[in-house]
């Protein structure tokens, strides 16, 4: 059974940075991809970050490149997004969630078939 279960979210002042975690369990990492979501307050959940299936770079948003960075760790299946210089538009509920099918950029649509149960990050300005 595919389990995620993301960590690290809170409150944190604008300027201000925070990792988030992500234990993934039930399948292999090289075998699907994985990869970070957030969704702000009144929008609709949006890609943030990932690793596309069979890949081993990360992709990134345009908009977040450079204040953002995903990493993992293939010998505890977890996954990491380090969250720099947080503006408050980056308040949004952040997700995990992985698929056997997205390879290369494609892993940053928000189609995956398992999700984990979010965290908040807050922004205060």
């Known amino acids: 059974e595919v389990q995620l279960q993301a960590s690290g979210g809170g409150l944190v002042e604008a300027g201000g940075s925070l990792t988030l975690s992500c234990a993934a369990s039930?399948?292999?990492?090289?075998?699907?991809?994985i990869g970070w979501f957030r969704q702000a307050p009144g929008r609709e959940r949006a890609g943030v970050a990932c690793i596309g299936k069979h890949d081993a770079r990360t992709y990134y948003v345009d908009s977040l490149k450079g204040r953002f960075t995903m990493s993992a760790d293939n010998t505890t299946n977890t996954v990491y997004l380090r969250l720099n210089n947080l503006k408050p538009e980056d308040t949004a509920v952040y997700y995990c969630?992985?698929?056997?099918?997205?390879?290369?950029?494609?892993?940053?649509?928000?189609?995956?078939?398992?999700w984990g149960q979010g965290t908040l990050v807050t922004v205060s300005s």
């Open positions: 969630a992985a698929d056997p099918f997205w390879i290369g950029e494609t892993c940053l649509g928000p189609l995956h078939h398992y």
């Open positions: 039930g399948f292999t990492f090289d075998d699907y991809a």
